[in-house]
């Protein structure tokens, strides 16, 4: 699937803070998204607060690998659940 080189680049419509924040992230994303796949395989579901938890990371620095995952339709919101007043995800099967 052909993502975005920034995910939430409609959000922040080209400020040069966000470009340049983006550039230097870019290194570490496909690791990332991996360890996070690798975490949802340990797991049956987990929220973004779960997931930061154990990588000791804030919400916005995974909060756009989710949102990559999701839409390689690696990851789903399971309807209806919430903990911690988060969506709940999982792998997608």
Do not use: Q, W
Request: net charge positive.
């Amino acid at each position: 699937m052909n993502l975005p080189t920034d995910i939430s680049s409609n959000r922040h419509k080209g400020n040069p803070h966000s470009v340049a924040a983006n550039a230097v992230a870019d290194k570490g994303k496909g690791a990332m998204r991996l360890a996070i796949i690798g975490y949802a395989k340990t797991v049956k579901d987990f929220t973004m607060k779960e997931v930061c938890r154990a990588f000791g990371k804030l919400p916005n620095e995974l909060s756009g690998r989710l949102s990559e995952l999701k839409a390689m339709n690696v990851l789903e919101a399971v309807e209806g659940e919430s903990r911690e007043r988060c969506g709940v995800l999982r792998l997608k099967v």
